[in-house]
């Protein structure tokens, strides 16, 4: 059971158009975090959303943690092909031990 | 932030030889450390996690004889993937917290390829 379910999967656009990436989920996390991974690489953290309907900014990225606190979203304003890489949310889940489990992850490609 | 390292960023091995993956926070003390495994273009899964001086909790589906986890000091865990096949050709990442989770961030390291031939 995959508990966080990202949308879309894939998506690829032209530079200068907005974006919005959902993160999904039946269970309510106390937070969750965005990460962006490029080829090779390991993610690097965006953001952290800890409280329900908490809106974060982080330039042209815009995160929002639903008022349930099951889901999130990630908006891009104006997508560079800078923004180009793996974009994963995950959230804190305890099944005896205290771990991060990852969403399925949406693989954004940004055309100049 | 803190940083993770991994060694080696990429190996490549014989089927049924071992590979030896070292991951290091170098600036902090890490009092957990997380084993990742991802498959190309997808997301991480986790494996296991690693307490200093304390045996590995691995996830279900994840053989502990054949991915050895060894925590041995507050800044190095190691995985070991014996008896390597080609199926175990993957991306390795760990990460690192200090402190106690949900609280404090996990930093993660740069990833090791393995590819067993």
């Known amino acids: 059971t995959q508990l966080l379910e990202q949308s879309p999967q894939f998506l690829s656009i032209q530079e200068g158009e907005n974006l919005t990436v959902y993160c999904n989920s039946s269970?309510?996390?106390?937070?969750l975090q965005w990460y962006r991974q490029e080829p090779g690489e390991g993610p690097v953290l965006l953001v952290t959303?800890?409280?329900?309907?908490e809106v974060k900014k982080l330039k042209r990225l815009t995160f929002q943690f639903g008022d349930a606190r099951k889901d999130s979203s990630l908006h891009i304003t104006a997508a560079q092909p800078g923004d180009t890489g793996l974009y994963l949310c995950?959230?804190?889940?305890?099944?005896?031990?205290?771990?991060?489990?990852f969403g399925t992850g949406t693989r954004l490609k940004v055309l100049a | 932030g803190a940083v993770v390292s991994q060694h080696p960023s990429r190996v490549i091995c014989k089927s049924g030889t071992s590979v030896k993956i070292e991951c290091r926070s170098l600036?902090?003390?890490?009092?957990?450390m997380f084993w990742y495994r991802q498959f190309p273009k997808q997301s991480l899964m986790l494996m296991a996690t690693?307490?200093?001086?304390?045996?590995?909790?691995?996830e279900q589906g994840v053989e502990k004889d054949k991915f050895l986890i060894n925590h041995a000091s507050l800044t190095l865990s190691t995985l070991t993937v014996t008896s390597a096949h080609p199926e175990d050709s993957s991306f390795y990442i760990c990460?690192?917290?200090?402190?106690?989770?949900?609280?404090?961030?996990?930093?993660f390291g740069p990833g090791t390829r393995l590819t067993v031939l």
């Open positions: 990460s690192a917290i200090a402190g106690v989770l949900p609280y404090n961030e996990q930093f």
């Open positions: 269970s309510v996390f106390s937070s």
């Open positions: 959303v800890v409280t329900g309907g």
């Open positions: 995950a959230g804190p889940f305890t099944s005896g031990t205290y771990k991060y489990i």
């Open positions: 600036d902090f003390q890490a009092t957990t």
């Open positions: 690693s307490n200093e001086g304390s045996k590995a909790t691995y």
